[in-house]
C-alpha cells in the first residue's frame, strides 16, 4: 500500500543531542513537509520542499533543518538549538496536481528531558 | 493563507448528521477549503476539499456558500469513530503549496 512511513513512533533524547526523525513516502509525491504540533494545539509548518534539492523554512524553522536528497525521503534533525523539542512530529507529503491534497503520516512523538 | 474560524467543541449524537461550520470571510478566489480530522495522536487525515461547488464523496458532504465565506462538512451518519478534531482551511491551490492548520473543532460523538 502506499502511503508515509515515519520512524520510530516514540523517541527519546537527552538534551543537548541533536536527533533525526525518518519520513519516507512511496506516493510518487513531489512536495514533502514537517508539521509540529503541541499538546492541545493546531499544526505549525516547520519546513517544505517543493522537489528534490530544494526546500524553505516554515513558520519555526529555528532550531531545526532537513535534507531532500531523494524524492521518497525528508529527514528532519531536531539539534540542540531548538529551546523546546519536546512534541508530536509530523510528516506529509503531496503530488503535482494542482490542488493535490497533503497526506499524513501517523507521526514521531519525541521526549528530551 | 486565509484565516479560517471554527467553533472549539460540538457534540453530536451517534446515528445522526453533523454539521461542522466553517468561517473564512477572508478567503480569495484562488483558494480552497480543505477538511481534515485527526484522531488523538494519528496524522491528520484528509477528508475533502472545495472551490465553490458542493462536493461529496464517501466520507461527507461539503458545503460552500454562493459568496464562498462560509463552509460547512456534513458527516451523514455520525458513528462514534468520527470522534475526533476537525480542522477547516483555505489554501491556494497551487501544486506543492502548504497548509496552515488553526485550532479545529473538537466533535464528540455521543452513543
Known amino acids: ?113 | 493563507d486565509a484565516k479560517t474560524t471554527q467553533p472549539p467543541s460540538m457534540d453530536c449524537a451517534e446515528g445522526r448528521a453533523a454539521n461542522l461550520p466553517c468561517n473564512h470571510s477572508t478567503i480569495s478566489g484562488n483558494e480552497y477549503v480543505y477538511w481534515y480530522r485527526q484522531i488523538h495522536s494519528q496524522g491528520p487525515q484528509y477528508i475533502i476539499h472545495g472551490l465553490k461547488n458542493n462536493e461529496t464523496n464517501e466520507m461527507a458532504s461539503l458545503i460552500i456558500t454562493e459568496d464562498r465565506k462560509s463552509s460547512t462538512l456534513i458527516l451523514p451518519h455520525a458513528t462514534l469513530r468520527d470522534t475526533a478534531v476537525y480542522y477547516c482551511i483555505v489554501r491556494v491551490g497551487a501544486a506543492g503549496n502548504k497548509l496552515t492548520f488553526g485550532g479545529g473543532t473538537r466533535v464528540l460523538v455521543k452513543p
Open chain 1, 1 to 113: 500500500d502506499g502511503g508515509i512511513t515515519q520512524s520510530p513512533k516514540y523517541l527519546f533524547r537527552k538534551e543537548g543531542q541533536n536527533v533525526t526523525l525518518s519520513c519516507e513516502q512511496n506516493l510518487n509525491h513531489d512536495a514533502m513537509y514537517w508539521y509540529r504540533q503541541d499538546p492541545g494545539q493546531g499544526l505549525r509548518l516547520i519546513y517544505y520542499s517543493q522537489i528534490v534539492n530544494d526546500f524553505q523554512k516554515g513558520d519555526i524553522a529555528e532550531g531545526y533543518s532537513v535534507s531532500r536528497e531523494k524524492k521518497e525521503s525528508f529527514p528532519l534533525t531536531v539539534t540542540s538549538a531548538q529551546k523546546n523539542p519536546t512534541a508530536f512530529y509530523l510528516c506529509a507529503s503531496s503530488g503535482t496536481a494542482y490542488n493535490s491534497p497533503l497526506h499524513f503520516g501517523n507521526g514521531t512523538r519525541l521526549t528530551v528531558t
